[in-house]
């Protein structure tokens, strides 16, 4: 059974930074497209960036190429998204997706994924 278990998540400070840890099981993420993506309460879940099988890397948000960065560690079978100079709208609830369609692309649809993770909280908060 694929399951996707994101860690790394808790209360900053705006201006600070977090590190999300997505780790799989039973799913390679070398090979395959991961995305990050996050939903505030109240709002739609949107992307925020994808990484392809072959690493190259998409963000939905142009403001967020300076901020945001994600990278694997093929050996824990992890893949991270490190955030930094977090602001207040960066609070949500931020899920792994795995198990894309084409996994030698990035993507930033949703629909594109089959695999989910449960969600590690993210506040921003002074």
């Known amino acids: 059974q694929v399951q996707l278990v994101e860690s790394g998540g808790g209360v900053v400070q705006p201006g600070g930074s977090l590190r999300l840890s997505c780790k799989a099981s039973e799913i390679t993420l070398a090979t395959d497209t991961v995305g990050w993506f996050r939903q505030a309460p109240g709002k739609e879940r949107e992307a925020v960036m994808s990484?392809?099988?072959?690493?190259?890397?998409?963000w939905k948000k142009v403001r967020d190429e300076g901020r945001f960065a994600i990278s694997r560690d093929n050996a824990k079978n992890t893949v991270y998204l490190q955030m930094d100079n977090l602001n207040a709208d960066d609070t949500a609830t931020y899920y792994c997706a795995a198990g894309a369609t084409e996994p030698r692309y990035t993507s930033v649809l949703a629909e594109d994924y089959s695999y989910w993770g449960q969600g590690t909280q993210v506040t921003v908060s002074s």
């Open positions: 990484i392809s099988s072959g690493g190259g890397k998409a």
